[in-house]
């Protein structure tokens, strides 16, 4: 198999991650240095290091949902010192990393997993997973507000893909916003592009995961459905 794909599968890091640490010459296969694409390896018989230790395929995978408090970073670590997600996650005997990220100051549904062909297949662009977000909003939407998001609105000079758009009508300004891609901040740049600004967001489902009411800051593991729902997704 692809040496990108035995790193993943060892736990190590996403295979687009593990393309970057081949290209940044932190790969050994059998005690030499691979810093290309394109390498196989025989996952009986090779050995592969990873900054000088070998790495074995996991022989557990874990997949877990995450209810992230706003104001931790979604990486493995943060040069700025900020509390990073795996502060939250110290219980699990695996590293696990982040499918995908959220804002700092974004909370909500984060699934982390060991399984690198998993975090792969959910975060590929290909596979457009929902995602689905409750804004708390500067204003309310004018109907037609409502019709541009859901038509696509330019944010950093591009259209977004159609958007499903619910207001809720609570006792402050709120909007559901369904959508598949995972542009920088798009949820706040689209809600800007119709002169709204977003006070507090919050992820409430990814491809058919709910939150539910899994407290914040605390974790629990996806059922078997909820993975094969999330393993299972195509191109729409
Ligand atoms: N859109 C945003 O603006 N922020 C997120 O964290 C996710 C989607």
Wanted: glycine residues 8%; aromatic residues 4%; proline residues 4%.
């Amino acid at each position: 198999m692809r040496l990108q794909k035995y790193i993943a599968l060892c736990g190590v890091a996403s295979r687009r991650a593990a393309e970057r640490l081949i290209e940044s010459g932190r790969v050994t296969v059998n005690g030499g240095l691979v810093d290309y694409m394109g390498c196989e390896v025989d996952e009986n018989a090779d050995e592969v290091t990873v900054d000088g230790k070998v790495i074995k395929p996991e022989s557990r995978l874990y997949y877990i949902a995450l209810n992230k408090p706003k104001n931790y970073v979604t990486t493995v670590s943060d040069n700025l010192g900020r509390p990073t997600v795996m502060e939250l996650v110290r219980d699990i005997d695996a590293r696990i990393y982040p499918v995908g990220r959220l804002d700092f100051d974004t909370s909500g549904l984060l699934i982390m997993t060991n399984d690198g062909a998993f975090a792969n297949a959910v975060t590929h662009p290909s596979h457009a997973v929902d995602k689905v977000y409750i804004a708390r909003i500067s204003r309310p939407l004018e109907k037609s507000d409502e019709i541009r998001l859901r038509g696509g609105v330019e944010i950093d000079g591009r259209l977004t893909a159609p958007a499903k758009v619910e207001q809720l009508h609570g006792r402050i300004p709120e909007v559901k916003i369904t959508i598949h891609e995972g542009r920088n901040r798009q949820v706040r740049k689209m809600l800007e592009a119709v002169g709204s600004d977003v006070l507090a967001l919050k992820r409430v489902a990814v491809g058919g995961v709910t939150l539910g009411n899994l407290p914040e800051g605390k974790w629990r593991h996806l059922s078997d459905a909820e993975i094969n729902k999330l393993k299972g997704r195509r191109k729409k």
